[in-house]
Nanobody, 124 residues
Framework: QVQLVESGGGLVQAGGSLRLSCAAS????????VGWFRQAPGKEREFVAA????????VYADSVKGRFTMSRDNAKNTVYLQMNSLEPEDTALYYC?????????????????WGQGTQVTVSS
């Protein structure tokens, strides 16, 4: 069974950092594309970042560019989202998602495999 599991969320003060993990199981994801999305209460799901699972074509939302960075550990079949200089506006449930054919899309509908999400709360 193909599965994505996020972890690493938590409560942090503004200006702090967190690193989210997205661990894949069930198959090798090296040929897949992975996206990070977030959803705050009462708001639509929002694109954060996307890349080929193996890296090289990263795309970031303007709101996180320069603060968030994607990386990966291929041996662990895990992708990371390093989040620095966090702001209260970054508070949301963060999801990772994958697709095999569409590419590093900013559209959530392009992804057919989703994790359960991990909560990030940034206090002011």
């Amino acid at each position: 069974q193909v599965q994505l599991v996020e972890s690493g969320g938590g409560l942090v003060q503004a200006g702090g950092s967190l690193r989210l993990s997205c661990a894949a199981s069930g198959r090798t994801f090296s040929a897949y594309y992975v996206g990070w999305f977030r959803q705050a209460p009462g708001k639509e799901r929002e694109f954060v970042a996307a890349d080929r699972w193996s890296g090289g074509i990263t795309v970031y939302a303007d709101s996180v560019k320069g603060r968030f960075t994607m990386s990966r550990d291929n041996a662990k079949n895990t992708v990371y989202l390093q989040m620095n200089s966090l702001e209260p506006e970054d508070t949301a449930l963060y999801y990772c998602a994958a697709n095999a054919f569409v590419g590093p899309s900013q559209r959530s509908t392009a992804y057919n495999i989703w994790g359960q999400g991990t909560q990030v709360t940034v206090s002011s």
